[in-house]
């Protein structure tokens, strides 16, 4: 950023640093350097629109600066602020730990609906494997005051974030987080009963195409929970094979897919006996998002 002789004030950096973003293919470019400068002032982004003439200090342009330049690199803007949004809740992020994604408010939207819609499911127990920074644990335990939730994670810095959410929205108390593998934590439970949904937004990105994801992604982002094996279908596997012991009748198992892994995703479905009716749910852009299967029949 060149040192100009006039003021740098609120509305002539937000203008520079959005076209500097756009040259430099950063996504949402005036909303990431609207982010920045919220952040870097300490207040919320909408006041910038009431402090548009206020101008920046020495120290805030510093600083300010530094975000840039990284911002630039395709540093995802949340592991810069250490904040990310997700159905309507503010979370704590640290690099890492995989970033919420807006796609992934399907599968949250599918679980809502789904207990509100269906009798016997007034105050679910629902099970959320590999959940990262805990944000679907934490929006359904606030939207479901009811439900009973326990959240899983492999990794222990997931697990860190995870509990600083909760703890950080007062939903600690009814959310259980569990370091392990899939299933296997559960065991350490002194009630290890069946659960009314199982959901997850596990690892989906066909091992041989990460290295064609986008650099704020493939050189940021953790690989672990990306990397969904050779055709990106490894853990929704493993879910659905521990799903009949874990899964009450009635209940659903609802785990979020790729963009183009609806009919795969189907054909994979189709192996497991012990579940039926299953269906591909779409998302907000019309894309195939959430694999759903239930008990089957006896």
Same mark, same amino acid.
């Given at each position: ?74 540093? @995802?803007? =949340?592991?810069?602020?250490?904040? %990310?949004?997700?159905?309507? &809740?503010? +979370? /704590?992020?640290?690099?890492? *730990? #995989? ?39 934490a929006a359904v335990a606030k939207h479901l005051p009811t439900a ?7 990794? @222990?810095? =997931?697990?860190?974030?995870?509990? %600083?959410?909760?703890?950080? &929205?007062? +939903? /600690?108390?009814?959310?259980? *987080? #569990? ?29 041989g195409d990460i290295a064609t994801l986008d650099r704020n992604v ?81």
């Amino acid at each position: 950023m060149e040192q100009q002789p006039q003021t740098w004030t609120v509305k002539r950096i937000l203008e520079w640093t959005s076209a500097f973003f756009e040259r430099k293919n950063v996504d949402a470019p005036r909303l990431s350097a609207e982010l920045l400068l919220a952040h870097v002032l300490k207040v919320p982004r909408l006041k910038l629109y009431t402090d548009y003439d206020r101008p920046l200090i020495e120290s805030e342009l510093l600083s300010f600066r530094e975000f840039v330049r990284r911002a630039g690199e395709h540093e @995802p803007i =949340a592991y810069l602020t250490g904040q %990310a949004h997700f159905f309507d &809740l503010e +979370l /704590d992020i640290k690099p890492g *730990v #995989l970033i919420p994604r807006p796609d992934t408010e399907t599968l949250v939207e599918t679980l809502l609906g789904f207990c509100r819609h269906t009798p016997g499911m007034e105050s679910p127990r629902v099970l959320d494997l590999c959940t990262g920074s805990g944000c679907i644990a934490a929006a359904v335990a606030k939207h479901l005051p009811t439900a009973t939730v326990v959240a899983v994670d492999i990794d @222990p810095l =997931a697990i860190e974030v995870a509990r %600083a959410n909760l703890s950080k &929205l007062k +939903l /600690d108390g009814r959310v259980t *987080v #569990l370091q392990g593998d899939l299933y296997e934590p559960l065991t350490s439970l002194i009630e290890c009963a069946p659960f009314h949904l199982i959901l997850s937004n596990p690892p989906y990105i066909r091992t041989g195409d990460i290295a064609t994801l986008d650099r704020n992604v493939k050189d940021f982002e953790p690989h672990r929970a990306l990397d969904g094996g050779p055709d990106g279908l490894a853990f929704h596997r493993r879910i659905l094979a521990g799903t009949r012991e874990r899964l009450l009748p009635g209940g659903r198992v609802m785990l979020e897919i790729a963009f183009d892994q609806g009919k795969a995703a189907l054909n994979m479905a189709s192996e497991y006996r012990a579940l039926g009716d299953a269906k591909i749910l779409k998302d907000a852009a019309g894309n195939d998002r959430v694999l759903t299967m239930s008990i089957a029949p006896t």
